[in-house]
């Protein structure tokens, strides 16, 4: 992804910086999306057809893991942000990049290969996408130990989840029609970062969510702070450059924007269940870069667009 222009948001009653990271997307990686003004003189059933791509044929895979509960808990992290991603298996691992309905958020996710105790792809590359909460109510019921296998049903063509416990458990799935484009990664020019105890963090957000709906973020010399404003009350939430909860602090520029409590919220409940640590990285009123570091071969990244007032 490459440096862009700053992000001004137009300030909306009930949906703040709506469709920022598409504009980003399109604006500076020469993306071609449909904008809502465009989408709008479209006929509902031409507009559907647009947005709906045929699902190519997948080549042959099969992923096994050693903990399906890891895998619940990292399918759950897209899941926050995407109910059908695209699903892109490669010779290097598992991509899943997507972003939300709103058009303000988006989840990067990507298992490497060794995460994995059997990878088999066939022909380096393969291309599914499914419904995440079928998936995840299938494995609800799993333990701690048990193993959980993904593969192409080659017979039917579904997704097939194979489950191993004191018994043998086996699902298949269909395979659903694609209804995104995978964006691009983005990469922007953001100019202060601090490493934090994710969890420390999570509750921090969760404090100052009871005060506003959006949470203003500021990195400085002496560190990062949380403020929300309310009605007739207010939060601010410091972590110092000293603090236990602080691990580390980059600032080439002070940055400060502000976000929506709730999309914070969620997005490091589901951080929380897999990392420790957690990369916040910013630039003023540009979108906030959340990056959890995970104990393996692989990285969680969420994009979440400012809120920016107009005047």
Not at 154 to 176: M, Q
Not at 303 to 311: F, G, H, I, S, Y
């Amino acid at each position: 992804m490459s440096e862009v222009e700053e992000i001004m948001v137009e300030e909306k009653p009930e949906e703040p910086g709506e469709e920022a990271l598409a504009e980003e997307l399109a604006e500076h990686e020469e993306i071609e999306e449909s904008r809502p003004e465009e989408a709008e003189e479209l006929e509902s059933e031409e507009a559907a057809e647009l947005e709906i791509q045929k699902a190519p044929e997948p080549s042959y895979f099969k992923l096994r893991i050693a903990c399906a509960k890891e895998l619940a808990n990292l399918l759950k992290a897209v899941a926050v942000l995407a109910d059908e991603p695209t699903i892109i298996i490669t010779e290097d691992g598992l991509r899943i990049r997507s972003m939300d309905s709103s058009k303000i958020a988006m989840v990067d996710l990507f298992i490497g290969r060794s995460v994995f105790d059997e990878y088999v792809v066939d022909g380096g590359e393969s291309t599914i996408c499914v419904s995440l909460p079928d998936v995840l109510k299938l494995l609800r019921k799993v333990k701690k130990g048990e193993p959980a296998e993904l593969s192409l049903d080659e017979l039917t063509g579904r997704v097939r989840l194979t489950l191993r416990g004191k018994y043998v458990r086996s699902f298949t799935i269909p395979r659903l029609e694609f209804v995104e484009t995978v964006p691009p990664e983005l990469k922007l020019a953001l100019t202060a970062r601090a490493f934090l105890d994710a969890r420390e963090l999570r509750k921090a957000i969760e404090e100052v969510g009871l005060i506003g709906d959006f949470v203003k973020f500021t990195i400085d010399n002496e560190g990062l702070t949380l403020s929300a404003e309310g009605y007739d009350r207010s939060a601010r939430i410091e972590f110092s450059r000293a603090c236990d909860a602080m691990i580390d602090l980059e600032v080439k520029e002070p940055a400060t924007a502000t976000y929506d409590a709730s999309y914070l919220a969620k997005i490091h409940k589901a951080g929380t269940a897999l990392a420790d640590v957690v990369e916040v990285e910013l630039a003023t009123n540009k979108p906030l870069r959340l990056a959890f570091r995970l104990p393996y071969e692989a990285t969680l990244v969420y994009w979440l667009a400012p809120r920016v007032d107009v005047e």
